[in-house]
């Protein structure tokens, strides 16, 4: 089977690859295009293994929130230019909706299902986009909650909370501009719980020895007895809660109230209550080594 350069040309525009390799792939393929397009992503296979050992720890936070699901997904580049590439923010948005349709039980799950109304799967169009782009890249997390779901994302993609609520009306505007509000302040002071009473006993214990430490360490203190240092630790139990709990942090916009006092200032003005019940943060990137690229070792390995 002939083809033109125009074919040539249809082929690189379809997927992105080299003038030679779409070329060397039609040739190869007869002038049969989708055989074309097979090689290609087959070529894309083996450069992609070549790539998995590249440092991938930027790229975007991002969320999905349709038909009573929300979704929060984390997928890594290698660069940050990567994140405000147009096809990448539409693999992230494609991915999260498809654990939001299909409720994949990991990543690798994930990468089997449907991408979109499409006949590839999430892990085809990931892999395709790593042959496009040109770096390594990644799902590296996701969180699915069931209910009504509010969510902030930040920076483009740098930080995103999203909160899952219990409340009558859900399409009320108020409550929708409170949670989001909620979310920013998520992003903003990042509690570790919801509340006092999500906080693991263990950690609690062993946060009272720390502080029990810290007193006993102040020459102050050394002539008190036991009970006056356990009501001291108390005290400062206390402020841990303010700083770790959602519930229990000082509002940000208002530091008269704190996030519980808000809700229920918000929801005495529309009639109805507003109950989180469940949140999630990711920090794009947060634990993972970060790539460090040596500009001058770089120069000298190309001049030789």
């Known amino acids: 089977m002939n083809f033109t350069a125009k074919d040539v040309a249809a082929l690189r525009e379809t997927t992105g690859c080299g003038m030679m390799d779409c070329k060397k792939a039609l040739t190869e393929a007869d002038g049969n295009v989708d055989k074309a397009i097979e090689l290609l992503r087959e070529k894309g296979l083996a450069a992609q293994a070549k790539k998995a050992g590249r440092i991938a720890s930027e790229g975007m936070v991002d969320t999905y ?12 580049s290698e660069t940050d230019f990567v994140a405000k590439n147009a096809e990448f923010q539409a693999l992230v948005k494609g991915a999260a909706k498809a654990v939001a ?8 799950a994930l990468k089997a299902c449907k991408f979109e109304d499409t006949e590839f799967t999430v892990e085809d169009v990931l892999r395709e986009k790593i042959l496009k782009i040109g770096e390594n890249m990644n799902i590296r997390r996701f969180t699915r909650l069931e209910g009504t779901c509010v ?9 995103a909370a999203m909160v899952l609520c219990d409340v009558a009306d859900p399409a009320n505007e108020t409550f929708r501009e409170a949670a989001r509000n909620v ?16 906080v693991p006993a263990e950690v609690l ?6 502080l029990l430490a810290q007193i006993k360490n102040d020459p102050k203190n050394a002539n008190k007895p036991e009970n006056i240092l356990e009501k001291m630790i108390g005290g400062k139990i206390g402020k841990y809660y ?3 709990c959602l519930m229990d942090q000082v509002y940000v916009r208002d530091d008269k109230l704190t996030v519980g006092a808000y809700l229920k200032q918000v929801g005495k003005e529309i009639g109805m209550e507003i109950n989180i019940k469940a949140f999630v943060s990711y920090v794009k990137g947060e634990g993972l080594e970060k790539r460090v690229d040596d500009f001058a070792s770089e120069v000298a390995n190309m001049s030789k």
């Open 65 to 76: 929130i349709a038909d009573g699901v929300g979704v929060m997904i984390e997928v890594n």
């Open 101 to 108: 349709v299909h409720a994949p039980a990991d990543i690798e």
């Open 151 to 159: 969510s902030y994302v930040h920076g483009g993609g740098t930080e």
């Open 183 to 198: 979310c920013m302040q998520i992003v903003a002071m990042h509690p570790s719980y919801l509340n006092r009473e999500e």
């Open 205 to 210: 214990e062993n946060e009272k020895n720390i």
């Open 242 to 244: 303010t700083e770790n």
